[in-house]
């Protein structure tokens, strides 16, 4: 079996949020050890935490049986601050070549560091002028446009003020440049009157990389040359293909998918022992790894419903119990069998969790993401004084039967014709995405799975009926009656790129740049890439 390490950085005690940095296979031997190496930012007071994975089985120090897997630590070095230079890279940015001398601890504005900890400050020989200079050179980079001068009077005054009350040059810096970043014109995209060059050159580099624009970008802008749709379509490119983008995939599937509640709930280690760290981890890679996939090959968008590939490591096809995979670090394009259950993004384990509880999953709430995720069709909310339906963890009654009873309520049975279908065909996974056809319970008759705490319960019933008649019997065949709409699909996923895009909901009245931006999309396969580069041109995204 593949070892391997997750390595994360954080604080040594407490509640405080620890950073993942990674999983890293152990491929090295006693006479050969493997060197892993990372770089990140840490704390005073963090430390680095090394927490072998070894799945499903693993070696402790009480375990007297030999020739099984196990992980040994021969050492671990911390080296930093990895940018000991002065002046620092951000230094150089921000005050150029101004000339620095070291200080000790005995300045005032310096008493946070430790005794004997030296530090420097940078020093001006024309402080005024050069105050006044640096100001206004960040301004219009921080405001991503050039910048009415009495606004920057206003920020260029301040940082002399402080100067005129016997600060130092740097704090009178760090006064203006504070000013300015706290500013609602650094805070807040503006809407405009009319869409210009910067404008534009703002919305593309948030749109994709959740940043300020480049120096490119910005250059382009002065020129006049984001009007041009060929330059769009040539930056729109560019950006795709710089790291930077990894920030689009991240946020983009986190907004629309609800990736970032992934945390939120912890599965009961009783009913689902198999649940580790690792898992979660490698559910959050296989979404973005598949999403990054069908973004930077240009795949239809219909691959998010139905796809004959995964992008998979060792953790993730063992679980979803797929052969072949080995090693838990790479994550790779992996061919599904032609009697997988598994492609698209409704039997991806993250997507299964975040639908899900820790103990239970429910129809209704699956339904629910089904209908606004994936058709943009969100069902409204429940009738006040009606209670929520809570699945039955002691296995005696299905949610089907107490949905049943639901319903027989006109005003709950008008939703739930459309909420329950899609969530009963999900009813065929657990909380943690595990394929299934009976519900775990940790209350029942006879016998317990084998070297677990639950007992197998009552059948799954995933068969359904469609708002339209339509009739399915398992979820394979839900999802060929999802492909069978490819229009309802592509739109929706149109309108959930250009809400992020445009960073607002679309009304009624602007449903023309939708239907524009999916009959672009046609002419590649509604390709995940075309659709970007129709969603810029698209009259939301270039009108005020």
Known sequence: RTLSVGIFTGPLFGDGKRKFEGVFDVTGTADNPRIIEFETHMQESHTIHILPWIYPEHVTWRDKEENRPGVAIAWAE??????????????????????????????????RHRKGVKTHVVESSEPRADVERIIRDFVPRAFRRPVDESLTNQFVELALSRLDQGKTFEQAVRTGVSSVLCSPHFLLI?????????????????????????????????????????VRYDQVERMIQDPKIERFIENFTGQWLDLREIEFTTPDKKLYPEYDELLLRSM??????????????????????????????????????????????????????????????????????????????????????????????????????????????????????????????????????????????????????????WYRSLEGKGSKVTKTNYYPGLPVESEGELSNGKTFADFEEFRELLLEDPDTITRAIAEKLLIYGSGRQVTSRERSSIDSIVKAAEKNNYGLRSMIHAVVESELFLSP
């Not at 009319?194 to 970008?217: G, H, I, K, Q």
Request: contains cysteine.
């Open 78 to 111: 911390t080296y930093g601050p990895l940018d000991q230079k002065f002046p620092s890279a951000a230094q150089l940015k921000l005050f150029g070549n101004s000339p620095a001398t070291s200080l000790v601890e005995d300045k005032p504005i310096y008493t």
């Open 190 to 230: 503006n809407q405009e009157d009319e869409v210009d060059n910067y404008t534009l050159a703002s919305r593309l580099s948030y749109f994709l990389w959740s940043s300020l624009p480049d120096e490119e970008l910005l250059q382009l802008a002065a020129e006049g040359k984001l009007s041009d749709p060929k």
């Open 284 to 437: 959050l890679e296989e979404t973005h790894g598949f999403f990054r996939h069908i973004l930077k090959n240009d795949l239809s968008v219909l691959n998010f419903i139905d796809s004959d590939f995964a992008v998979l490591n060792q953790r993730m096809a063992s679980h979803y119990q797929i052969e072949g995979i080995r090693g838990h670090e790479e994550f790779r394009i992996v061919r599904l069998p032609e009697n997988s259950i598994r492609g698209g993004l409704l039997t991806q384990a993250s997507i299964l969790k975040v639908t899900a509880n820790g103990t239970s999953t429910s129809p209704v709430l699956r339904g629910v993401w089904v209908l606004d995720k994936l058709l943009a069709q969100p069902a409204p909310p429940p009738p006040p004084g009606v209670p929520a339906v809570e699945p039955d963890i002691r296995g005696a009654v299905t949610i089907r039967e107490q949905l049943s009873k639901h319903r027989e309520n006109e005003s709950c049975n008008r939703c739930h014709i459309r909420i329950d279908p899609p969530g009963f065909a999900l009813e065929e996974f657990d909380v943690i995405g595990g394929h299934r056809e």
